[in-house]
């Protein structure tokens, strides 16, 4: 058995630091010893002012690499029990994709005016707050009904309710109302912050357990797994090796359930960044980063494919008259998409803008939206240079890549600023691809 030893390192600073928001370890790069791998578990400092603070890791190092660790996880430590913090969650969690702008209560979640009354500014009331924006929603209704998992004799028990928040005043979206199932009933009641301290947590705690499941079922294995999947497939079948798209992309009941219900609520146009943000109504809602990571990285991968794209097709009629490009999509509107005229997905391209917006569309599946809804390997923007030879595509590369440093660095400067860190968007920290 191997083992296995702690190390204590004292750092000297000539001038105060100020709040120690990383810790940045590397592994020696010059050593000559044969190549060994180190396993960090984490890493305590403790400041000349005694304060202690956590920088978890677990995980292995190699030569070369570095890794930067926050210190998000000591504020999670704190803060968890925080209504704020509960809200900035569903916001800039593992899982974005559920909340959405509450213009109308659903007929079967009865909030009324004097349950929320306290949670709201003073003068104010739920419509009037609902008719400028600030009330949102996260609602559970496609697990209702799914068939429950048997467990030592007994049936799991499975939120699939609502959850009702608040922007409020000072930029905090704030839960004002939980109810844990679909139907109202007196055993299934409207839990409020003005609750008991226990029943408000457990109320919130439960919630969060219908947010994973759906997160790990529809949002990160059917909407980007499963298309994904679909797409490899018809490249392999339909497009030579040397295109350029063969080289960008190739490098229990309950559950089958869901994931039925999953695809039929998610539209084509869902899948495109801009138009998800619009119809979930989250345009200006404050301290949404994935919007705001998301948005700019959309853009950037925007500019490449369609660089790429017209590189490859000069003119939509360069665009109908490729069979094997028109086998391909043919192939994925069937497979990934079931010709579905409720999904909307293409089965032909009639113009290189088309063109431009599904692949852009797989780049930022395979990459940004993946990433915020599992995390990253291999940073964005890197590509095996022996996948491209030509001026075009390298120098479109190149491009890519200082746009997506230049993006990294913003959001390094900005996760400096704030308490905890929002990182998945972040291209040093994303894969290029995911495993199908």
């Known amino acids: 058995m191997a083992e296995y030893k702690a190390s204590e390192y004292t750092v000297e600073a000539d001038a105060p630091l100020g709040k120690v928001l990383l810790v940045r370890l590397e592994k020696d790069p010059f050593f000559f010893t044969p190549e060994d791998q180190w396993f960090c578990s984490k890493i305590v400092v403790t400041t000349p002012e005694k304060e202690v603070i956590l920088f978890p890791c677990n995980r292995w190092v190699a030569r070369g690499e570095y890794v930067e660790l926050r210190g998000g996880k000591e504020y999670v430590s704190h803060h968890w029990e925080d209504d704020a ?259 909307g997905g293409p089965s032909s391209f009639d113009t290189v803008a088309e063109l431009v917006d599904f692949i852009t569309m797989l780049l930022f599946t395979v990459t940004g939206q993946h990433s915020a809804v599992n995390n990253g390997q291999v940073p964005l923007g890197t590509f095996p240079a022996e996948r491209f030879d030509e001026e075009t595509p390298k120098r479109l590369m190149k491009e890519l890549k200082v746009k997506v440093d230049a993006l990294s660095a913003s959001i390094t400067k900005r996760n400096s600023e704030i308490p905890v860190a929002y990182n998945y968007l972040n291209p040093d920290q994303m894969e290029n691809s995911i495993t199908i």
């Open 85 to 343: 913090f509960y809200g900035f969650i569903f916001l800039n969690g593992s899982n974005p994709m559920v909340i959405e702008r509450c213009t109308k209560l659903p007929s079967n979640f009865p909030v009324t005016e004097e349950m929320v009354k306290p949670s709201l500014k003073e003068g104010t009331t739920l419509a009037k707050e609902m008719e400028q924006g600030n009330i949102f929603i996260v609602d559970y209704k496609r697990l209702d009904g799914l068939p429950k998992k048997e467990f030592e004799g007994q049936y799991l028990d499975l939120a699939c309710g609502f959850c009702l928040l608040y922007s409020n005043p000072d930029k905090q979206l704030m839960p004002i109302a939980i109810q844990l199932y679909q139907q109202p009933s007196e055993t299934n009641p409207i839990f409020l912050p003005t609750d008991s301290k226990l029943d408000w947590q457990l109320a919130k705690i439960y919630m969060k357990n219908p947010d994973a499941i759906e997160l790990e079922t529809v949002h990160h294995l059917l909407n980007c797994h499963f298309l994904i999947e679909g797409t490899i497939t018809a490249t392999i079948r339909n497009l030579p090796a040397i295109h350029p798209l063969y080289k960008s992309t190739l490098g229990g009941d309950g559950l089958a359930v869901l994931l039925i219900r999953g695809f039929k609520a998610r539209t084509y146009k869902s899948r495109f960044v801009p138009e998800d943000i619009k119809a979930r109504g989250l345009e200006s809602i404050p301290n949404y980063y994935y919007r705001d990571d998301a948005l700019k990285l959309w853009d950037i991968i925007s500019s490449f494919a369609k660089g790429m794209v017209e590189w490859m097709y000069p003119s939509d009629d360069d665009v109908r008259k490729d069979t094997e490009l028109q086998a391909w999509i043919k192939e994925i509107s069937i497979h990934s998409f079931l010709e579905s005229e409720e999904i």
